[in-house]
């Protein structure tokens, strides 16, 4: 498991977890904020977007609205910065899937 430098991943109650599942832990250096920038973005936005425009009251309705938004920002929602036009992360997989399979069977 590779998780950042954080005292929620160092303590000695998560490394022994880990460790007792015989999980090999590696950490990002410190300062390497680019190592997960995209997550750290996500997280960000669906906080932003989601999360603090509710009073969420307990951990269903939490679920239920993350559910919904990631939804949301897979199917719906246009991805602008990284694509040419307006497509959805979902338009953008299936092209590159489609792309893929093109390539390995010589098909187009």
């Known amino acids: 498991m590779n998780t950042d430098q954080g005292s929620q991943y160092t303590g000695a109650g998560w490394i022994t977890t880990l460790t007792e599942a015989k999980i090999k832990i590696s950490t ?10 995209s997550i750290e973005r996500l997280w960000r936005s669906l906080k932003q977007a989601a999360v603090y425009l509710h009073e969420i009251t307990d951990g269903f309705q939490a679920k239920r609205i993350s559910d919904d938004w990631i939804g949301f920002y897979n199917s719906e929602r246009p991805h602008t910065a990284w694509t040419k036009g307006r497509r959805t992360r979902h338009t953008l997989s299936k092209q590159r899937c489609e792309k893929r399979h093109e390539q390995k069977t010589g098909t187009s």
Do not use: E
């Open 28 to 37: 990002d250096g410190r300062g390497r904020y680019l190592d997960n920038i």
